[in-house]
């Protein structure tokens, strides 16, 4: 399997396993696992080719670690992103440093009213460095970085999440922390 396709094929499951399920008539448990026959069988019926190897394979390689398997390897989810309801048992954790933000000036003006909020997704995402919060700002034109001031936050009582592919989450992050 070369890059391209793997990477189509991570496409295909963010869309599956964190947003719209119903499109292959697939169901998520309430933690968002898949069965990863169900997931196989209806991706095929579907016209997408998948099988055992090539979700190995993208699990494994994922660039971000986007997807994992349960233990005994039936079932698999996306660690976080998702745009629908699921509980994930997601670790508090306490960021000692300033975590970033990667974003596009035309939502500066929003931003600086009503803070960093979740949109469509679960929880506001935030990255640990300033290239990885680049690289996400860079999806939807020229970045610009926003500096979160974490450690105050969680003084002041907020709570912050790790995800399984250390990507931090929180629900929202009020104006007054962040660095513009
Ligand atoms: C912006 C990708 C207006 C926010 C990435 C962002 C990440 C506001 C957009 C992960 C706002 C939401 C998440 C406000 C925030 N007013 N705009 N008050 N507050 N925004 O995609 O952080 O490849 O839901 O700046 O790499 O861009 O999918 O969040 O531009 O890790 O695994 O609203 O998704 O990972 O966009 O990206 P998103 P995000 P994957």
Redesign the pocket.
């Known amino acids: 399997m070369n890059g391209k396709d793997a990477k189509e094929i991570s496409k295909f499951l963010?869309l599956i396993l964190r947003h719209a399920p119903q499109t292959i008539q697939l169901q998520l448990d309430e933690n968002g696992w898949a069965s990863v026959n169900e997931l196989i069988t209806k991706s095929n019926q579907f016209g997408k080719e998948l099988d055992e190897e090539i979700l190995d394979y993208v699990v494994k390689n994922n660039d971000?670690k986007?997807f994992v398997f349960n233990e005994d390897k039936t079932k698999i989810r996306a660690s976080q992103?998702h745009s629908i309801e699921v509980e994930l048992d997601l670790k508090e954790a306490h960021p000692e440093h300033f975590l970033y933000?990667?974003?596009?000036a035309k939502?500066l003006e929003?931003?600086q009213?009503?803070?960093?909020?979740k949109?469509?997704?679960q929880h506001?995402?935030l990255?640990r460095d300033k290239e990885t919060a680049t690289?996400?700002?860079s999806?939807?034109g020229k970045p610009i970085i926003l500096s979160i001031d974490a450690p105050k936050m969680i003084a002041d009582g907020y709570s912050f999440y790790l995800s399984e592919n250390g990507?931090w989450l929180t629900d929202h992050v009020p104006v007054e922390y962040i660095k513009f």
Do not use: C, D, N, Y
């Open positions: 963010s971000k986007r992103g933000h990667g974003t596009v939502f929003a931003i009213k009503e803070g960093l909020q949109m469509s997704r506001v995402h990255s690289k996400v700002g999806r939807r990507v």
